[in-house]
């Protein structure tokens, strides 16, 4: 795993031994980022489950301005900060060890882009759509990214994110939902 581009490019992520954290791939991360385009440069970023820190560490590489890293195990909180290091992008990140969850309600400020790859098939997806939807943390316009299995379904009615995308990539899924006025 690498950062694909911008000021970080080519720098090796270190990665936890194990499944414990399932990193996206490269392949994916690509894609991701190529559809996202040009709302990287100068974004806030909010990066949950953030494990490795992979996603958020691209965005900053790309320009993105500032990235919130939430995650609540120790090895992937030192995994961040030790990839952060590595990138030299270190002084622009915040790390919050909390359950996402019970993070999102108590997040201050508006994001531009807010990353999510929760474990699959755990049915956290729709809780944390859930919660986005009525906190007040995704800036207007602003674009909800999130990763998940093909077998879990995002069925959900909700009020002010409306999915604008979605991709599949063999057992990967994003959605891209989008906060309208």
């Known amino acids: 795993m690498r950062i694909i581009t911008g000021s970080a490019k080519g720098t090796k992520l270190k990665t936890p031994r194990g499944m414990a ?9 690509e894609s991701l980022f190529n559809i996202l385009g040009s709302r990287v440069p100068d974004a806030r970023v909010l990066d949950l489950f953030a494990g490795t820190g992979n996603l958020g560490l691209e ?8 990235a919130t890293f939430v995650e609540q195990s ?3 909180i030192a995994l961040i900060r030790e990839n952060a290091t590595l990138t030299k ?9 909390a359950n996402v969850l019970s993070a999102i309600d ?8 807010i990353f999510c790859d929760p474990p699959y ?14 906190a007040a943390i995704l800036a207007d316009r602003g674009i909800f990214i999130v990763e998940h299995s093909q077998h879990e379904r995002v069925e959900i009615a909700l009020n ?13 899924c994003i959605g891209f939902w989008q906060k309208t006025e």
């Open 21 to 29: 954290v399932r990193p996206t791939g490269d392949r994916v991360k």
């Open 59 to 66: 965005a900053l590489s790309r320009g993105a301005n500032h």
């Open 74 to 76: 120790m090895v992937s």
């Open 89 to 97: 992008l270190q002084d622009r990140i915040t790390i919050i060890k």
């Open 106 to 113: 108590r997040l201050g400020g508006q994001f531009d882009l």
């Open 121 to 134: 098939n755990q049915d956290l997806v729709s809780q944390v759509l859930m919660r986005i939807d009525t």
């Open 160 to 172: 002010q994110l409306h999915l604008i995308r979605s991709e599949r990539f063999g057992e990967t």
